[in-house]
């Protein structure tokens, strides 16, 4: 029984060998009303201005600010109505001195008016069956006015790809006519469980097994980045039956995870099927805690991740070097998951030569964030997870952390995401 | 033409008035397959002991602790080695003392051993065909094992009710043999679009008219709220075809939601049709800007929203008035915007007697939060909403504000939420 020796490998690095592995993204359409989450993947551009046309702003009268330069309120102006514009109407008529155009808000200005009073600044009355307004103050030029293109100009560019579809971003997509949306297509990430002691989840409990949680974990996880999960069950004992449901998995899916099977020691079949598969192994141990015992390998166009059986290094694992690929595919710039600082709220008295990342819950005092770390911090455990806000990066070396200290943080829920957030962990980072 | 009167309701007030609205969460069931992002509708409990038996941590070799109690460098203790336990398997043999048995990570600990040493801390040997070790150190009772209990024990609650199901509540629910999760049904929120100057997405431009975009952002604010999206079309001129397609628009929904048709003005349906349905009107005017004119009424168990057709009032009026409605069926006991506080990136020097909403994108330097407002600050700008992050409250009164004050911000994308953040606005809320 030989043990397989693995030099671990800096953390920027394994994520710059993950990284070289990404394809380009694909493109497909949707209907705007189902691309809200969606990531866009063209640039969106105004493609007319906004407003398109001078418009009100207020519900009032259009009228030539002229006539008002000499009203007062001991003085007012007398301005005779001569029709009235809906929203959405335009008005055909001529309007001269002294007259006005009841308009409502958002419709179009007419061409002959320059300002408008808003409806509750006026006096209306009627005389010989003709309504008039009584105006008590002076206007100027553009008065009350939206102007055509205040809002946007033709041409600007208005979000860029690879953003999350918001419902602000969907307001744009409808105002500029997009009524089928450009979105990066999904990536399709397949999920793998091995491991003897696993029970499906409907299964009862016996002893010695457990469920198998980390399956269910990392499909939420694979929905959270952007892609499409597919859970293909679970990898039987025999290696050749493994192999072929590889081999069959690969043809379904972009992305293969398994999970559970690689740690140091026997029964894992992993190393074997990459061998068989002619795989290239970019890395099989980084120098990070947890998820040390990570295995990534690309064939052909396809990247298989051998991930830990236990939950938090899975999960771990997942984030640090599947989502960015999963968010490149989605044409994001900053795949990588939000780097912040917080304020340390635990001592992490021992050091440890690789870096540690710490499941955190984030305590906001008025915008003040602490990161607490949630519960015990054995790799094995699974409620810690679900109560993880943040990921506490404490690097690797030769010191330990003290409670108080401002600490780099990874955002778990996030959309943003940062571009390489590494650089002050592994300076040497390209 | 007479204008009608409405007399503007506090914030506090208005939000207290829907929430006493509310239904009680109603709850269904799906997969755990399927169960990411939606909301558990009862508290999650440990149904079992997590470790659910004595386990070990790594791979290495399950012994009894005593037999080395006089191991070192210089001494070695050698055990001989009498089986091997997989994961998920259980050693059926027994152990005496000088035996050991192969262990794997995660298996069960043999009934007669009481610590594991790990496997890169032995040497391995045969002698006379059979399988011996040499360990060089003392080990105490209990050492590298993960015992039952551990991590959860069982009746532990472990996720509270409302909670948004992320991958480490996945993982639990798949643990605790959720096979079938409980979820909050979701509710089902309509959009009906009113106003003549209303175009198609897919419609080309025409003088005077904008295409419907406040529809496709509210269907994707519903989303992000957690309910179920239904676009009802746009409603006609016609009043009596108005009433009828609201009537039948209730059928269908649990709450309703006009945009466009509420300014203080004629053309405008929406008061009608209220009075016509026998509903009982919360509010019509509320102290905020913008979304200043918004209506909700209660008709039966039902609430119908009247938001202004400005994007922004339409935004603000959504998140502030309708997203907590939607989060409190979900179970959720924090439903309201997170508030926190950051700082503010911009003068506001005018008074307003209005409270404020401000969109705003939060700038992160090193975990100081700036809010800086998105573009120009118009309640018809559309651009503005898709880069916001934040809502910045501006309390309304007599002082305007200054760059660098700390002010609340309300996050717009969050699931955790707040319970009511509006104590200090208006401290009068009870």
Redesign the interface.
Known sequence: ?T?EKRTPLPISEAVERVMEHTKPPEKEWVS??E???RYLAEDLIAD?D????DRS?Y?GFAIIAGDTSEASRENPVTLEVIGE??????FEGHVTHNQAVRI?????IPDDCNAVIM??LVH?FMENGKPYIEVKRSLQEGDNI?FQG???QKG?P??QKGTC???????????????QVPVAKKPVVGVVAT????L??????S???????????????I??AGAEAK?LGKLQDDFEECLQAVRDALDEVDILITTGGV?????DYVPAILESLDATVLFNKVAMRPGSVTTVAAVGDKLIYGLS???SAC?VGFEVFTRPVIRHSLSSQTPHLRK????LGSDFPKPNPFTRFVRASII?T??Q?TAVPTG?D???????????DVFIVLPGGTRGYEKGM?VD?LF??D?KGSEWPWSNIVPSYR
């Not at 918001?166 to 006519?177: E, R, S």
């Not at 491991?195 to 696993?198: I, T």
């Not at 054995?378 to 993880?388: D, F, I, N, P, R």
Request: proline share 5%; hydrophobic share 35%; net charge negative.
């Open positions: 029984m043990v705007v009303e691309a809200y989450g007319h906004v407003p398109s046309f702003p519900d514009i809906g929203a959405g109407d335009v409502m808000t958002g419709a179009k409806l509750e209306e939206s205040e809002d946007t600007t208005l979000v579809i918001n419902p602000g971003v969907n307001a744009l997509l409808a105002t500029f006519g997009y009524n491991g003897s002691e696993l499906d989840v409907s299964e009862p409990l002893p010695g097994k457990i469920r198998n949680s980390n399956s269910y974990m990392m499909l939420a996880q929905k959270k859970y740690s140091v020691g026997d029964f059986g236990n939950p999960y912040t600082k917080a304020v906001d008025d915008g964030y015990l054995k790799s094995g455990s699974v409620t810690s997870l679900s109560q993880a401002s943080v778990l829920e959309h």
